[in-house]
């Protein structure tokens, strides 16, 4: 099936550093999402993206749609603790189709 | 307003016994879906509901699973006989009814973390 290849694994920053995460996939995708899970929760949607190209803010984090709709990359500018978490990137190969997962970035930052 | 809600929060079996997680969507919305949650993974979609209807099952092992969601509001997902690789976080997801660009967001519950001994 379609899989989604997340990169790092793993992270653990400094607070106020800056993060940068991303997703490829050997398939194209129509829509890429990127979510947050924290421990013993569901993932929170973040940032949702719909066009090739498509540069996405939500305050601390922006999100692209790659051009060739094969990826798409999340930063966080200027980390804080709170920011902890797994993030996953999803993505979505046709409209109404389902989504697929990555396996996930684990974020640590160092107060 | 109420998010998804889900229950237990967590399960401890011995393999060959059935389990059971419930699920209540956010009200009003039409699609339900489960996922099943691997240590270290995204969650994998299980079985997607558009109302009453099972509209997208191919992931759900039928030997072992079912699932149902009677009356199109609230859903139940069975596992019977449970094995050791079925542990994993069970979560539930809901939406509303797909708009012109065929996207709208997923809300997840908090999962059920099931442990099979």
């Known amino acids: 099936g379609q899989q989604l290849n997340q990169s790092p694994q793993s992270m653990f920053i400094q607070e106020g550093e800056d993060v940068s995460m991303n997703c490829t996939s050997s398939?194209?995708?129509?829509?890429w999402l990127w979510y947050k899970q924290d421990p013993g929760e569901g993932p929170v949607l973040l940032i949702a993206?719909?066009?090739?190209?498509e540069l996405t803010s939500n305050g601390r984090l922006t999100a692209q749609f790659g051009i060739t709709r094969k990826d798409s990359f999340l930063n966080i500018s200027a980390s804080i603790p709170s920011d902890v978490g797994i993030y996953f990137c999803?993505?979505?190969?046709?409209?109404?189709?389902?989504?697929?997962f990555g396996a996930g970035t684990i974020l640590r930052v160092k107060s | 307003e109420a998010g998804v809600v889900q229950s237990p929060r967590y399960k401890i079996i011995e393999k060959k016994q059935p389990v059971a997680f419930w699920c209540n969507p956010i009200?009003?919305?039409?699609?339900l879906y489960w996922y099943r949650q691997n240590l270290g993974q995204g969650p994998e979609l299980l079985i997607r509901?558009?109302?009453?209807?099972?509209?997208?099952d191919s992931q759900l092992p039928k030997d072992r699973f079912s699932a149902e969601r009677l009356k199109g509001v609230d859903s139940t997902l069975k596992i019977q006989p449970a094995e050791l690789g079925d542990s994993a976080v069970y979560l539930c997801?809901?939406?509303?009814?797909?708009?012109?660009?065929?996207?709208?967001?997923?809300?997840f519950g908090p999962g059920t973390r099931l442990t099979v001994l």
């Open positions: 999803a993505g979505m190969p046709g409209y109404g189709n389902k989504l697929v």
């Open positions: 398939s194209i995708f129509n829509t």
């Open positions: 993206l719909y066009k090739a190209g």
């Open positions: 009200s009003g919305h039409n699609t």
């Open positions: 509901y558009e109302n009453e209807e099972a509209v997208d």
């Open positions: 997801a809901s939406e509303t009814a797909r708009g012109l660009a065929g996207v709208n967001e997923q809300f």
